[in-house]
């Protein structure tokens, strides 16, 4: 497991505040201590209004260690990211980041399948950036629902083994980066699998070789039904991975225990651990997933 990040407590500005749909924006706040110790998996505590009594906690997009910068992509769900889609550039706000342990750098020789679902695509698009970087072999999957999504699709250049989708799209994102990439939908849409994105996920790991699926390690992010079936679809692969959850927080830094997650130890027991400061990423295959809410 990778080490927790040492965190601070910072005042930071707001770059841009972007609408990417009616509830989804990307905010970049430059906020250089936090840039420069973000990894993929890591997190910040956003403090959103003076009449809140708690902040609240959000995946890292992106950061940028040359401009101080953060990107946090999120959707308004409640009273806390609702007063967040009101900041305006120049406005000045105080955080805690970044927070946790994030996502372990593979071995070389390794494959990465990501497995992402709604506000779960953040803390994966940014490690499949650091993947692509190190030249891990990496395949980008991403459950989407919406019919108005957040970022903009454009046709995948990247040829993928036993592909089961006819003339795929991706995000344009990923196609500029050269990561390979596919989506899912539940509701058939034109270069999309219909489906589930963990039944996308194991139509092309049952394609693969022996040999290559021997190598390749799943990561995931979304909603916990998904994440559980993740779960299940490894285990029925004989595949390790990590997972990174998503709990209510309190404090951030681990002294309230608000945020527990039930953890198994190598001595197979099983221990409550604290989302924030344990986490968020764990071994996916150590998640008490019939105990999670």
């Given at each position: 497991?990778?080490q927790?990040?040492?965190?601070?407590?910072?005042?930071?500005?707001?770059v841009?505040?972007?609408p990417?749909t009616?509830?989804?924006?990307?905010?970049?706040l430059?906020?250089?201590?936090?840039?420069r110790?973000?990894?993929?998996?890591?997190?910040?505590?956003?403090?959103?209004?003076?009449n809140?009594?708690l902040?609240?906690?959000?995946?890292?997009?992106?950061?940028?260690i040359a401009?101080?910068?953060v990107?946090?992509?999120?959707q308004?769900?409640?009273?806390?990211?609702?007063?967040m889609?009101?900041?305006?550039p120049?406005?000045?706000?105080?955080?805690l980041?970044?927070?946790?342990?994030?996502?372990?750098?593979?071995d070389?020789?390794?494959?990465?399948?990501?497995?992402?679902?709604?506000?779960?695509?953040?803390?994966?698009?940014f490690?499949?950036r650091q993947?692509?970087?190190q030249?891990?072999?990496t395949?980008?999957?991403?459950?989407?629902?919406?019919d108005?999504p957040?970022?903009?699709?454009?046709?995948?250049?990247?040829?993928?083994?036993?592909?089961?989708?006819?003339q795929?799209?991706?995000?344009?994102r990923?196609?500029?980066?050269?990561?390979p990439?596919?989506?899912?939908?539940?509701?058939?849409?034109?270069g999309?699998?219909?489906?589930?994105?963990t039944?996308?996920?194991?139509?092309?790991?049952?394609?693969?070789?022996?040999e290559?699926?021997?190598?390749?390690?799943?990561?995931?992010?979304?909603?916990?039904?998904?994440?559980?079936a993740?779960?299940e679809?490894?285990?029925r692969?004989?595949?390790?991975?990590?997972?990174?959850l998503?709990e209510?927080?309190?404090?951030?830094?681990?002294?309230?225990?608000?945020c527990?997650?039930?953890?198994?130890?190598?001595?197979?027991?099983w221990?409550?651990?604290r989302v924030?400061?344990d986490?968020?990423?764990?071994p996916?295959?150590?998640v008490g997933?019939?105990?999670?809410?």
């Amino acid at each position: 497991m990778c080490q927790p990040a040492l965190s601070h407590q910072t005042t930071a500005v707001v770059v841009f505040n972007q609408p990417l749909t009616k509830t989804q924006f990307l905010l970049r706040l430059l906020a250089p201590e936090v840039a420069r110790g973000a990894e993929p998996g890591h997190f910040v505590h956003l403090n959103c209004h003076p009449n809140l009594t708690l902040p609240r906690p959000f995946s890292i997009l992106d950061a940028d260690i040359a401009l101080g910068t953060v990107d946090i992509f999120y959707q308004v769900v409640g009273e806390g990211s609702g007063w967040m889609s009101r900041w305006q550039p120049g406005e000045k706000i105080t955080l805690l980041g970044p927070i946790g342990r994030g996502f372990p750098k593979p071995d070389a020789g390794r494959r990465a399948l990501l497995i992402a679902g709604g506000i779960g695509y953040a803390p994966l698009d940014f490690y499949a950036r650091q993947l692509k970087a190190q030249g891990i072999e990496t395949l980008f999957l991403l459950g989407m629902e919406s019919d108005d999504p957040p970022f903009e699709l454009t046709p995948a250049t990247t040829s993928i083994e036993s592909d089961p989708i006819i003339q795929p799209l991706a995000v344009a994102r990923q196609v500029f980066l050269g990561i390979p990439s596919r989506l899912s939908s539940l509701v058939a849409k034109p270069g999309f699998f219909q489906g589930y994105v963990t039944e996308l996920a194991a139509e092309m790991l049952q394609a693969l070789s022996l040999e290559k699926r021997q190598r390749t390690d799943l990561f995931v992010c979304g909603p916990t039904p998904m994440m559980k079936a993740a779960a299940e679809m490894a285990a029925r692969f004989q595949l390790g991975g990590y997972v990174s959850l998503e709990e209510h927080m309190a404090c951030g830094f681990g002294g309230c225990a608000g945020c527990v997650a039930p953890i198994r130890a190598k001595d197979g027991t099983w221990h409550y651990r604290r989302v924030c400061t344990d986490g968020p990423v764990f071994p996916l295959q150590d998640v008490g997933w019939d105990n999670t809410l």
